[in-house]
């Protein structure tokens, strides 16, 4: 099996003891994956049928049949698989285009990866070998009888061994516990050593920084260790004796009688040498991290470490055990190797799950210290993040480097890991200086931002998409050197010809062909703005108004013509045929046309609107008997503003008339109505003295144009005349000079006591009385 599966398969935790005991097992079977023997498919071929084909090529006419037959299989191949001449492809693309040699390449890749996956699970997995062995153990009374014998036998052998063992429990309990009373819980370094490390520079120096501090506190912790360390391995030896009387006596009692037979016999020690084998492991993880071990840790943190240890090393030795015996009792070399993996990959899960749990624990320790800055202190931060999926991706790769057994697998990993390493530290620090350099050339001077005030926001605009664009493009360069780094020969993907160097080709022609269009829409912004500005300073407010109404609409066409020509280009450098696309493109726009008149309508009215300058933005404007400010002009519709806030929207295809009272001018009118007993010329000169003393005023000088235009009497009747005029004013200021003089000249007509004609009349009638009732005196009410 070739190396070529490394790549996935980098970064992360070690393998405890137990895979080590596995190793040499596998390697004592002679099972190794990548050279099983040749009859390990022995069960696809039945005896049969080997039978039948032996006959066919030993029986001339047989064979010289099973020939012709062949000959017109393999004749009648080509024309089957050849393609329907009237065969078109659902996508425009041309056979040497670039799509349609990229769909070829990932199609071929996955088609060759799928093989392979699929030769890597039948090489890893031989689990009908098991299942065999299992129908055919238990259809053999002869393999019953064998496994009858080795039951009774190893419950005698573990009977008599465990009794022995538990007598050297009871003798060694007392020496135990008193080297656990002996063992000391704290120790202090002596002042020498920690001199070495921290000599004193003056008698006023007490303070300690913190490095200082963190090391006297490991320099403690290894004196500690050290001290406690003859104490935990004499409690090692004497936890260690009964597992050794075990041994003694369970390859005492196989001596004798009961290991007559090999099988027997061999069974019997594989499960014995795995009971010791367990034992020693939990004994060496208790003396280095329980309790009582050469590493004090809490009481939480022992008994996770002990539980941890007994599952992997009950799993794993248990199941190595079991295929051993498996083995001794008739299993297929391939059904031996897989149940192996199997069990080995069980023992890595646990890791991976051991991970999981102390990912939080783990980073906390690795992340540096809150306040601290720099490089080394954002690198130990990216590191907590991540670190768990680098020591999962290790797990599983030294599981995978094991099962393949890969020639060198180990060394092969290991340099991958330093080579990855180095690609990605070169990578980052690529991207940092090129980021570095990109922000200064941003940095626009301040002459520059003077002249032209909103180039700093264009530029940051795309400040962003820059530097994403630049940090992929590094980051893709560091991928290729990767797959270098891992044996890939990528390289050669971007030779003249290949599938690489025209996609590569093709990004930079689109990318050329972007950069390009943002160019164009910004200059093309950036003068409609510079030309707005400047006709505002200049004072020409009504073009500026226009422009800056005609701007939604110029930056629509634009935005369309843009996308449309960088759309057709990156379609044609991928090798899709565009001509189809475009007369499609023609026939909708001319379906469009027709179904959607008034859509049509919309737009050529609001383009001619816009062209003859008829409204724009902030206008007040009365529109199909709507009133209201301009608020926004798009090329279909115009959207109101009314006086109550609502908003109106009117499409152009409905406005026949419009009425804009924002042109410049707005005349306040003047019409009162005075009684008709009062002096005309003297109210005449009340009306113009209202509009001079507004004039003088700062509030509406800027409103009124001219005095008052008393245009005189109008209209007169029995009861009123009607003195009408008007006042010329700006087109803002028309309403509020009106409200105000018509508010005056109540005041001023009050106290010069004209009377305001009322438009109502009263009409007073009488009545004539009877002659009778005109003769008759009336009567007279009593006094009192």
Not at 386 to 406: K, Q, S
Not at 464 to 473: G, H, T, Y
Request: with cysteine; hydrophobic share 50%; aromatic share 8%.
């Amino acid at each position: 099996m070739s190396h070529r599966f490394l790549p996935a398969l980098l970064l992360a935790c070690v393998l405890f003891a137990c895979g080590l005991f596995a190793y040499p097992a596998l390697a004592q079977s002679g099972a190794a994956p990548g050279a099983a023997p040749p009859t390990g498919n022995a069960h696809a071929l039945t005896p049969d049928q080997a039978k039948r084909a032996l006959e066919t090529l030993q029986d001339d006419a047989k064979r010289a049949q099973m020939i012709d037959t062949l000959r017109a299989i393999a004749s009648a191949a080509p024309q089957a698989a050849a393609p329907s001449p009237e065969t078109k492809p659902a996508i425009p693309l041309t056979a040497d285009s670039l799509g349609a040699q990229l769909l070829l390449t990932i199609s071929e890749q996955v088609g060759d990866i799928s093989r392979e996956v699929t030769q890597l699970v039948r090489s890893l997995t031989h689990f009908p070998a098991f299942y065999y062995w299992f129908l055919r153990t238990a259809n053999d009374p002869a393999a019953y009888q064998q496994i009858f014998d080795i039951a009774w036998k190893l419950a005698l052998v573990f009977g008599c061994a465990f009794a022995a063992e538990w007598l050297v429990f009871r003798l060694i309990k007392r020496p135990v516990a008193m080297l656990e009373a002996r063992l000391p819980q704290t120790a202090r370094a002596p002042a020498q050593t920690l001199a070495m490390v921290d000599p004193p520079s003056s008698a006023a120096d007490v303070t300690v920084e913190p490095a200082l501090h963190r090391r006297r506190l490991s320099l403690a912790r290894a004196w500690q260790s050290l001290i406690r360390l003859p104490f935990v391995l004499g409690r090692l030896a004497l936890e260690l004796l009964p597992v050794l009387v075990f041994v003694g006596v369970s390859t005492m009692l196989l001596g004798t009688e009961i290991g007559d037979r090999p099988t027997v016999r061999l069974s019997i020690l594989a499960v014995v040498n795995a009971y010791a084998f367990s034992r020693v492991l939990i004994c060496a993880a208790r003396a280095l991290a329980g309790p009582f071990g050469l590493f004090r840790v809490r009481a939480e943190t022992a008994a996770y470490i002990e539980i941890w240890v007994r599952r992997i090393v009950a799993v794993g030795v248990s199941g190595i055990a079991f295929a051993n015996v498996a083995l001794l009792l008739g299993l297929h070399r391939g059904g031996y190797a897989a149940l192996l993996r199997l069990v080995m990959l069980v023992v890595h899960l646990f890791i991976v799950v051991i991970i999981l749990q102390c990912r939080r624990q783990v980073a906390a320790a690795i992340r540096a210290p809150a306040g601290r800055l720099g490089a080394a202190a954002q690198a130990r931060n990216r590191l907590a993040g991540v670190w768990h999926y680098l020591a999962i991706a290790l797990d599983l790769a030294l599981w995978t480097v094991w099962a393949l057994n890969i020639r060198n697998g180990y060394s092969l990993l290991l340099q991958y890991f330093v080579g990855t390493v180095a690609v990605v530290l070169v990578a980052r620090l690529a991207i940092i200086v090129v980021l570095s350099l990109i922000d200064r050339g941003f940095r626009i001077r301040p002459e520059i931002l003077q002249r032209f005030p909103g180039l700093e926001t264009r530029a940051n605009r795309y400040l962003p998409l820059l530097r994403k664009i630049v940090a992929s493009v590094i980051a893709f360069m560091g991928f290729v050197a990767l797959l270098e780094v891992w044996g890939v020969d990528a390289i050669v993907w971007f030779y003249g010809g290949q599938i690489g160097s025209r996609l590569l080709s093709a990004v930079v022609t689109i990318g050329i062909a972007a950069l390009a269009a943002a160019a164009i829409w910004e200059v093309c912004n950036a003068l409609m703005d510079r030309q707005v500005n400047v006709l505002s300073r200049e004072g020409h407010f009504a073009r500026a108004a226009r422009l800056r109404t005609f701007q939604p609409m110029l930056r629509t066409v634009l935005l369309c013509l843009i996308v449309t020509v960088v759309g057709l280009t990156a379609l044609s450098e991928i090798g899709v045929n565009v001509a189809p696309l475009l007369a499609g493109a023609g026939i909708v726009g001319i379906a469009i046309g027709f179904g959607s008149q008034k859509l049509v309508q919309d737009l050529i009215t609001g383009l001619f609107l816009l062209l003859e300058n008829t409204v724009q933005v902030g206008d007040n404007v009365s529109v199909s008997g709507l009133s209201g400010t301009v608020e926004n002009v798009s090329i279909r519709t115009i959207r109101l503003r009314a006086g109550d806030g609502s908003v109106h929207i009117v499409p152009f295809s409905a406005v026949t008339t419009i009425t804009n009272s924002s042109r410049g001018a707005g005349n306040a009118a003047v019409s009162v109505n005075v009684s008709y007993k009062e002096d005309t010329d003297r109210a005449g000169q009340i009306l113009k003295d209202i509009v001079a003393e507004m004039r003088r005023e700062a509030e509406y000088r800027q409103a009124i144009r001219g005095d008052l235009e008393l245009w005189g009497v109008d209209k007169v009747d029995g009861s009123m005349v009607s003195i009408v005029g008007q006042i010329r004013c700006t087109d803002s200021g028309r309403w509020p000079v009106q409200r105000e003089f018509n508010r005056r000249m109540k005041r001023k007509f009050q106290e010069a006591g004209i009377e305001i004609a009322s438009t109502g009349q009263t009409i007073l009638m009488q009545i004539p009385l009877a002659p009778e009732m005109a003769a008759e005196p009336m009567p007279r009410r009593a006094a009192g």
